[in-house]
Structures are given as C-alpha cells and as structure tokens.
C-alpha cells in the first residue's frame, strides 16, 4: 500500500523548508474588496487576550499600528484586491480570521499563517457559511498549533506540517474536507493531545482514519517505527478501523504501549 | 485497559491513572467507542457529575 500515492504534486514543501529562505513571521491574506458588503473598506477583527501589539500593512502602501484596539477598520480609495500583513510584535492572538464581525467574506486566500503563538484559533468558523472562495493550498504550519484551528471549516486544499505541534485540541471538530488525504502527509512526534480534534460534525471518513493509524505509528505490519508520545487523548470521532487489520494493531499499540485514549466509531 | 465500547447514550467519563498523574476525560455519543491505557475509568451520567469530579481531582481531594 502506497500512502502517499493521492499526495497533491501541486504542494511544493521546498519552500517551507528552505532554511535559506526564511520564512515570514507575518500572518497574510489577500482580499477582495468587492465581496461581502461591497464597500472599499476591510474590517480586521482580532480576538486576543490581555495586551496586544501588532502592525497591519494594508496593501496599498498604508501601515497601521494597533496597541489595544480590537477594530481596525481601512478604507481604500478603490476596489479591488490586496494583500494584508499582519505581524504580531507582543501579546497572543487567538483568533484571526471567522467571526461574523469582521470582513471575513471578503477573504480570497490565505498566503501565511507565520508563526502565530499557540492557543490561537486561526480559522474558527471560517468555512461557514461561505468559504469556497478560500484557496488553502498555500497554508504551512510550522511553529506550532493551538486549539480549533480549523472548527467548523470546510477544508479545501491544504499544506499542514505537525512536526513541531504539540497540541491538537478541536483542530477539526465540526469541519468538514471533500478529501482528508492531506493528513496523510502529516507526522505528530511531539502531539501530547489531541483532545475533540475529530469531534462533531467532522466528516473523516473511516479509510483515512485508517490510513491515519498506520501512518501516524508507522506500522510495518509487525511494529511501530515512528516515535510518538505517550498518553495521549485523541478523538476520532465516528470513523471505524479495520477489524483484523493493520489499522487495529496500530490502534491496540497506541492504547496497550502507550497508554492513549481513543475515541472512535469501534471496529468494522 | 479501560474502555467503553458501543454507547448506547451520551456518556461522560474519566479515565486516569492510578497516581492520577494522568487524567483523560471526554464525552461519548451514541454509537462511540473508547479505549484507553491508563488503569481506571468513572462513567458519569452528567457533564455536571463529571466537572465536579474533574474539580475534585484537581484539587487532589
């Protein structure tokens, strides 16, 4: 079996791990001004806690900088389409993108989700109600990822990297991918919970779940032979594995050998 | 191992153990199945039953 045969050959993860070429801090998107309400203007709506200190380039050669305020609101002088940095200096964001508050019809692309503390909750309903404008081909994790990072989004295309992720908690709950495939190309040495992360109404379907446990433990058909931690709690949420199958010697190794907890639909 | 396997109503519980150095908790939904490692496992009827147990553990009552 060939995990990897459905990897998208339009990823590029040269460019993520290129350590000539550093990658930017710098959380950024591109608009469209002529979507949601219309209006030449973009509403930035962060959620954080305590202090905050951030800048916004506009795109259009305007540069805002927010010590506490939660709003930011830019006008432009046309329509179209821009690109937004923002770079956090000090504090912890915890939502960029998705409350209905904000502008968030007006997003067309995530280019850098840049690295962002953990505990932030980049996309949290982002993909509800309308998020088949979003291109996520682009987007990379590669510092770390906090809780619900992905709850309730409807997940097109996308480049996650797990190395350095700690902790899972309702990355997925409620979301819903056409293909969950990407997750195949994902690898969670350092992952210590993965509390709700399949939870709800998220739709991962029981051969990629499978997949996962095969992966995930790098089951050769006798003995894991990738490093994972122990004791961890992970929730599949309704997806079966494989009875008499590799996925369910994967599966008893993570209970039996490392003492996880896992929720799934049982066995099929 | 503990596990909970097929449940037939909303469950609550908490797995943990026996130091309580490790301290699972979650809830099941019809249907679900969990299995876990660690050594001992509460079944809860509430979610209030469960944080109240949670509570409990935290403050090593």
Same mark, same amino acid.
């Given at each position: 079996?060939?995990?990897?045969?459905?990897?998208?050959?339009?990823?590029?993860?040269?460019?993520?791990?290129?350590?000539?070429?550093?990658? @930017?801090?710098?959380?950024?998107?591109? #608009?469209?001004?002529?979507?949601g /309400?219309?209006? &030449?203007?973009?509403? *930035?709506?962060? !959620?954080?806690?305590?202090?905050?200190?951030?800048?916004?380039?506009?795109?259009?050669?305007?540069?805002?900088?927010?010590?506490?305020?939660?709003?930011?609101?830019?006008?432009?002088?046309?329509?179209?389409?821009y690109?937004?940095?923002?770079?956090?200096?000090?504090?912890?964001?915890?939502?960029?993108?998705?409350?209905?508050?904000?502008?968030?019809?007006?997003?067309?692309?995530?280019?850098?989700?840049?690295?962002?503390?953990?505990?932030?909750?980049?996309?949290?309903?982002?993909?509800?109600?309308?998020?088949?404008?979003?291109?996520?081909?682009d987007?990379?994790?590669?510092?770390g990822?906090?809780? @619900?990072?992905?709850?309730?989004?409807? #997940?097109?295309?996308?480049?996650? /990297?797990?190395? &350095?992720?700690?902790? *899972?908690?309702? !990355?997925?709950?409620?979301?819903?991918?056409?293909?969950?495939?990407?997750?195949?190309n994902?690898?969670?040495?350092?992952?210590?919970?993965?509390?709700?992360?399949?939870?709800?109404?998220?739709?991962?379907?029981?051969?990629t779940?499978?997949?996962?446990?095969?992966?995930?433990?790098?089951?050769?058909?006798?003995?894991?032979?990738?490093?994972?931690?122990?004791?961890?709690?992970?929730?599949?949420?309704?997806?079966?594995?494989?009875?008499?199958?590799?996925?369910?010697?994967?599966?008893?190794?993570?209970?039996?050998?490392?003492?996880w907890?896992?929720?799934?639909?049982?066995?099929i | 191992?503990?596990?909970?396997?097929?449940?037939?109503?909303?469950?609550?519980?908490?797995?943990?153990s026996?130091?309580?150095?490790?301290?699972?908790?979650?809830?099941l939904?019809?249907?679900?199945?969990?299995?876990?490692?660690?050594?001992?496992?509460?079944?809860?009827q509430?979610?209030?039953?469960?944080?109240?147990?949670?509570?409990?553990?935290?403050?090593?009552?």
């Amino acid at each position: 079996m060939n995990l990897f045969n459905n990897k998208n050959k339009s990823l590029d993860y040269s460019k993520f791990f290129n350590t000539s070429e550093p990658i @930017s801090e710098d959380f950024i998107f591109k #608009i469209d001004t002529s979507l949601g /309400n219309g209006l &030449n203007q973009y509403v *930035l709506e962060l !959620t954080h806690y305590g202090v905050i200190n951030y800048t916004v380039d506009w795109g259009d050669g305007s540069n805002t900088v927010v010590n506490s305020d939660i709003v930011s609101t830019h006008n432009y002088s046309l329509a179209g389409i821009y690109e937004i940095k923002i770079k956090v200096i000090s504090g912890v964001i915890n939502y960029f993108l998705g409350f209905p508050k904000q502008d968030y019809l007006k997003v067309i692309e995530i280019l850098n989700i840049g690295s962002y503390k953990p505990n932030t909750c980049v996309f949290y309903a982002c993909g509800y109600p309308n998020y088949g404008l979003i291109n996520f081909t682009d987007v990379c994790f590669i510092i770390g990822v906090g809780n @619900s990072n992905f709850q309730t989004t409807t #997940i097109i295309n996308i480049n996650l /990297n797990f190395d &350095n992720a700690t902790r *899972l908690r309702q !990355t997925f709950r409620h979301a819903t991918a056409t293909n969950w495939n990407f997750l195949l190309n994902t690898n969670i040495p350092n992952v210590v919970d993965m509390y709700r992360i399949f939870s709800g109404s998220c739709n991962l379907d029981s051969l990629t779940y499978q997949l996962l446990l095969i992966h995930w433990t790098g089951w050769d058909g006798t003995t894991a032979t990738k490093t994972l931690k122990n004791n961890v709690p992970a929730d599949f949420g309704n997806s079966r594995y494989e009875i008499g199958g590799q996925s369910e010697d994967a599966r008893n190794y993570l209970i039996n050998t490392l003492s996880w907890t896992i929720i799934d639909g049982g066995g099929i | 191992m503990v596990s909970i396997k097929n449940a037939q109503k909303q469950t609550f519980y908490i797995v943990r153990s026996i130091d309580n150095s490790i301290i699972h908790h979650g809830e099941l939904e019809i249907g679900q199945s969990m299995e876990s490692g660690q050594q001992i496992l509460e079944v809860f009827q509430t979610e209030e039953d469960l944080n109240n147990k949670l509570s409990e553990l935290n403050n090593g009552v």
